[in-house]
């Protein structure tokens, strides 16, 4: 199979005449088609605005996509994160395939693209390579933090399992139909008895400046607290320029962000936040981050937190009937509460880990 991998370079708007746009164009049509396939039609769409928007590097990352092209057509993809701030040994790739090739031909092109994502990590120094592909409730292999699982021999996988990567991580996919919660303010008024002691802090936007500082920590404490098994993260450290960076990247191209955060009426200290990503168009909204950190766990402000933001998003933006998260498989405890919000799962993502010799 001839196959010429080279960078995607960046257009100045979607509708850029000539080479660079079309390549563009041809990349979002790749990255719509896939996300339809991997996590079902109409839920992960973006805007040629919000597309061309999360290609961007900033002050927290840099990011390089390179393209596998099979003649005039794209058929596979390479996206390769590299953290500037902290984790500066690590890469974090995602492969895509195009499900036109056969299976021994997108096997093929996973070698080659794998391979280059393993080169420039080498020419950057970087000695980490946390890779992301499909993965599984069960299946063959089991990741080391006990929870999900990944076929080995899957075309995404076997270029990992060949280089020694270890499977580290699953990531449930998990999906909420309103309309499928009627009793929404019920369980609200519910969750809120159950944590008396706090009060509803809520913004759309910005955070605003009285909590900027409070939010910083609370970014910190998501790269603690969370569980990240035994993948290659750092620590994070937050000011607020890089809250800002974060918030400026986040609402590119259109997309707002929707916050609501735990204070503790008697100390005045956040306990937790949840945020929604609100996109520019479509049905969906896309679950971020949601934390309550360890000093507030057992009130209940996990379930607190996802019930007030459902409610608000309703009234905010109606059209958005879905949400889909992102957990940890072995985050129980917030699974948990996803389940008991009606979050039912779709998809999983494996994440691989690859460490260089010293």
């Known amino acids: 199979m001839q196959i ?19 390549e563009f164009r041809a990349a979002f049509a790749f990255n719509e088609r896939g996300n339809a396939e991997r996590y079902g039609e109409g839920l992960y769409v ?8 999360s290609l961007q590097s900033n002050a927290d990352y840099r990011l390089d996509r390179l393209h596998a092209w099979q003649g005039d057509r794209i058929v596979g993809v390479m996206t390769l994160y590299s953290n500037l701030l902290d984790s500066t040994d690590v890469v974090e790739a995602q492969p895509e395939l195009s499900s036109d090739l056969s299976l021994a031909a997108q096997r093929e092109l996973a070698e080659l693209l794998v391979a280059r994502a ?5 020419r950057a120094g970087r000695s980490t390579v946390i890779m992301s592909t499909v993965g599984a409730a069960t299946g063959p292999v089991t990741a080391r933090s006990g929870f999900g699982a990944a076929d080995p021999a899957h075309p995404e996988a076997a270029p990992l399992v060949a280089r020694g990567y270890e499977l ?17 303010d019920d369980r609200l008024t519910a969750a809120e008895t159950r944590s008396p002691g706090y009060e509803m802090v809520r913004w759309v936007g910005d955070t605003p400046s009285e909590l900027r500082a409070a939010m910083c920590t609370m970014y910190e404490r998501m790269s603690t607290d ?3 098994a035994g993948l290659a993260w750092e620590p994070e450290a937050w000011d607020e320029a890089r809250l800002a960076e974060f918030e400026r990247t986040v609402q590119e191209g259109g997309r707002t962000l929707l916050t609501v955060a735990a204070r503790e009426i008697a100390t005045g200290e ?3 936040f949840s945020t929604l990503i609100l996109p520019l168009t479509g049905s969906t909204a896309r679950q971020h981050d949601t ?3 360890k000093p507030h766990r057992g009130h209940g402000l996990g379930m607190r937190l996802k019930l007030d ?3 608000r998003l309703r009234a905010v933006r109606p059209e958005l009937v879905r949400i889909v998260t992102w957990n940890a498989e072995e985050n129980r405890p917030m699974l948990s509460v996803n389940e008991a919000s009606g979050f039912l799962p779709v998809a999983y993502e494996a994440q691989w880990q690859w460490k260089e010799s010293r």
């Open 46 to 53: 973006n805007t040629p605005v919000e597309f061309l928007a």
């Open 4 to 22: 010429d991998i080279r960078p995607m370079p960046l257009p100045e708007r979607p509708d850029e005449l000539g080479p660079v746009g079309d």
């Open 291 to 293: 934390l309550v950190t």
């Open 270 to 272: 956040l306990g937790g």
């Open 226 to 228: 969370a569980p990240v």
């Open 118 to 122: 393993h080169d420039e990590a080498a």
């Open 309 to 311: 933001n459902l409610v």
């Open 168 to 184: 580290e991580q699953v990531y449930r996919v998990s999906v909420a139909a309103l309309a499928d919660l009627p009793d929404l």
